[in-house]
């Protein structure tokens, strides 16, 4: 394996066990939202494990084994209600868009396309959560970590 496919395997790896930790994250958000929003976070939810599903089928196709799901992750604070739902689900995207970026700088023709996709997606449902935005999203949330870090935990 070259040392840009390493890099591309690394980074495939790092962007499913993300999803592994945004499905998990979700599932908190979903036992907390509020029922007016509970159906956007039933969609994302839906959404990453797709993501997930796909990555798993990626990483086999570039010779890697998946990275497993852990059992349980830690929140990056508590989550007692629906305002703190809301919160760690703009977190969960803003974790992704980054891992998603290191992705996209990793990866070419389709897979590279796949992964701006997903880098768009994150960036907008974080917008939806968060009400605000950044001007390069992915990148923001990468600041003063080493390029090709694992994903940060839940």
Avoid: C, N
Wanted: charged content about 25%; hydrophobic content about 45%.
């Amino acid at each position: 394996m070259s040392r840009a496919e390493d890099r591309g395997l690394r980074a495939l790896q790092a962007a499913l066990a993300a999803e592994h930790a945004a499905v998990y994250g979700y599932g908190v958000v979903g036992g907390r939202i509020g029922e007016k929003r509970r159906a956007e976070a039933r969609t994302a939810y839906d959404a990453h494990r797709a993501r997930r599903d796909a990555l798993v089928r990626a990483v086999r196709d570039a010779g890697g084994e998946p990275v497993a799901a852990a059992a349980g992750y830690a929140l990056p604070f508590p989550v007692p209600d629906a305002a703190a739902a809301v919160r760690l689900a703009a977190e969960l995207e803003g974790r992704l868009a980054g891992v998603y970026a290191d992705l996209v700088r990793e990866s070419s023709g389709d897979r590279r396309r796949v992964a701006a996709e997903a880098l768009r997606e994150a960036a907008v449902r974080s917008v939806r959560w968060s009400g605000g935005s950044v001007a390069f999203p992915g990148l923001a949330e990468r600041s003063g970590t080493e390029s090709g870090s694992p994903a940060p935990t839940v």
